[in-house]
Nanobody, 129 residues
């Protein structure tokens, strides 16, 4: 089970930290990806962290502003979001994939959503201008 938290309303330029807590399986055996779905748009990849190899992926749109990290003791993966912009407004989801982050599809910077097997319920992030 994956449970996201930390979403909310923030002004442009502000920061939020999302959390994804895992339960029911061995935390270090899975990679965790963050995805988001803006209003009226398709789900898109944001970031991925490979727990076993420490590999990280970031979408070009968030690189340098978002940081993915983990706390093994808390079975939790974080997404620290800074310099937020209105276009970051979306429902954010975390999802798991065994062992490591899947390779991104050609032309993309993050692994594809269809490769992830378990998903959280999502948390809303709204950035006001």
């Amino acid at each position: 089970q994956l449970v996201e938290s930390g979403g909310g309303l923030v002004q442009a330029g502000g920061s939020l930290r999302l959390s994804c807590e895992l339960s029911g399986f061995t935390f270090t055996d899975y990679a965790i990806g963050w995805f988001r779905q803006p209003p009226g748009k398709e789900r898109e990849g944001v970031s991925c962290l490979g727990n076993s190899d420490g590999s990280t992926y970031y979408a070009d749109s968030v690189k340098g502003r978002f940081t993915i990290s983990k706390d093994n003791a808390k079975n939790t993966v974080y997404l620290q979001m800074s310099s937020l912009m209105p276009e970051d407004t979306a429902v954010y989801y975390c999802a798991s994939h065994p062992i490591r982050c899947p390779e991104p599809s050609r032309g993309t910077a993050t692994p594809p959503a269809f490769r992830f097997t378990s998903w959280g319920q999502g948390t809303q992030v709204t950035v006001s201008s």
